[in-house]
T-cell receptor, first 112, second 115 residues
Framework: SQKIEQNSEALNIQEGKTATLTCNYT??????LQWYRQDPGRGPVFLLL?????KEKRKERLKVTFDTTLKQSLFHITASQPADSATYLC???????????FGTGTRLTIIP | GAVVSQHPSWVICKSGTSVKIECRSL??????MFWYRQFPKQSLMLMAT?????????EQGVEKDKFLINHASLTLSTLTVTSAHPEDSSFYIC???????????FGEGSRLTVL
């Protein structure tokens, strides 16, 4: 069965450093991989989408890589700030906005 | 940006009662809406896909007679949890796909607590 794992349930990073989150998947060949931010008691907020034929995508302080050979995506937040503290979810789909399968999430805390 | 509104944002009900949750796309038309359930410290699990004017498609293991979904218009989908039990207590989240752009937007979620 399809499985999506995010490297750790919780991650603490010092303010100003780069936070790197990992998303690994098995038994899946996604066409798209997305990253979302979720704050406690709120719905997910879309951050970035990367296609299977793209290696890297950037948006401001965010960078996402997608390695379909390793079946892995890395999500980087550079110059991290306490306001970046949240749970980050990766989500896979076969087509852009069809059914999304979400990972387990990583709760990121940026320590001032 | 586009907004998806869910109502109520939280609800407490007695066991055995039914609860309706609304999902509205406020400034765009949505051909498809998705309903998710999220238990504490777990990820979002897709329950069903709702297309305007047709029956919802439920994921394996989701009881369609218990979780009634109605997508009566291009801006509104409702999820009714019938005969709710404490194990139905969860965070229910909808998402809507814009008809014109195909973009996907999530609602803020509705927390259901069944006593």
């Amino acid at each position: 069965s399809q499985k999506i794992e995010q490297n750790s349930e919780a991650l603490n990073i010092q303010e100003g450093k780069t936070a790197t989150l990992t998303c690994n998947y098995t038994n899946y060949s996604p066409a798209y991989l997305q990253w979302y931010r979720q704050d406690p008691g709120r719905g997910p907020v879309f951050l970035l989408l990367i296609r299977e034929n793209e290696k890297e995508k950037r948006k401001e302080r965010l960078k996402v890589t997608f390695d379909t050979t390793l079946k892995q995506s890395l999500f980087h937040i550079t110059a991290s700030q306490p306001a970046d503290s949240a749970t980050y979810l990766c989500a896979l789909s076969n087509f852009g906005n069809e059914k999304l399968t979400f990972g387990t999430g990583t709760r990121l805390t940026i320590i001032p | 940006g586009a907004v998806v509104s869910q109502h109520p944002s939280w609800v407490i009900c007695k066991s055995g009662t039914s609860v309706k949750i609304e999902c509205r796309s406020l400034d765009f038309q949505a051909t498809t809406m998705f309903w998710y359930r999220q238990f504490p410290k777990q990820s979002l699990m897709l329950m069903a896909t709702s297309n305007e004017g047709s029956k919802a498609t439920y994921e394996q293991g989701v009881e369609k007679d218990k979780f009634l979904i109605n997508h009566a218009s291009l801006t509104l989908s409702t999820l009714t949890v019938t005969s709710a039990h404490p194990e139905d207590s969860s965070f229910y989240i909808c998402s809507a796909r814009a008809r014109v752009t195909g973009e996907l937007f999530f609602g803020e979620g509705s927390r259901l607590t069944v006593l």
